[in-house]
């Protein structure tokens, strides 16, 4: 059974700094593409962030730029985003995203998300 499970949102005040962490199970998570995207509320849903199965190669939304780091440990199954420098348009739930070969005939696997609040 495939699970994406994220973890580690939460109310920050504006110019502060998360990590969340997605731990997943059920594939072969280093033959995969990890992704996170975001949706906030009455907004369609946007990718952060990207990371290729080995870890070299990462995109990054124009928005999170430079304040955005996403990361893997292909040992432990788990992809990490790291935010700073939070901004109150950072507010949305937080979704993981694989992409491979057996999910990418349905659009990739999500997880449950997790929310993330940024108080001015």
């Known amino acids: 059974q495939v699970q994406l499970v994220e973890s580690g949102g939460g109310l920050v005040q504006a110019g502060g700094s998360l990590r969340l962490s997605c731990a997943a199970s059920?594939?072969?998570?280093?033959?995969?593409?990890m992704s996170w995207y975001r949706q906030a509320p009455g907004k369609e849903r946007e990718l952060v962030a990207r990371?290729?199965?080995?870890?070299?190669?990462?995109n990054y939304a124009d928005s999170v730029k430079g304040r955005a780091t996403i990361s893997r440990d292909n040992g432990k199954n788990t992809v990490l985003l790291e935010l700073n420098s939070l901004k109150p348009e950072d507010t949305a739930v937080y979704y993981c995203?694989?992409?491979?070969?057996?999910?990418?005939?349905?659009?990739?696997?999500w997880g449950q998300g997790t929310q993330v609040t940024v108080s001015s």
């Open positions: 995203h694989a992409l491979g070969i057996r999910s990418i005939a349905t659009g990739g696997w």
């Open positions: 990371i290729t199965y080995t870890g070299v190669v990462t």
């Open positions: 059920g594939f072969t998570f280093s033959t995969y593409t």
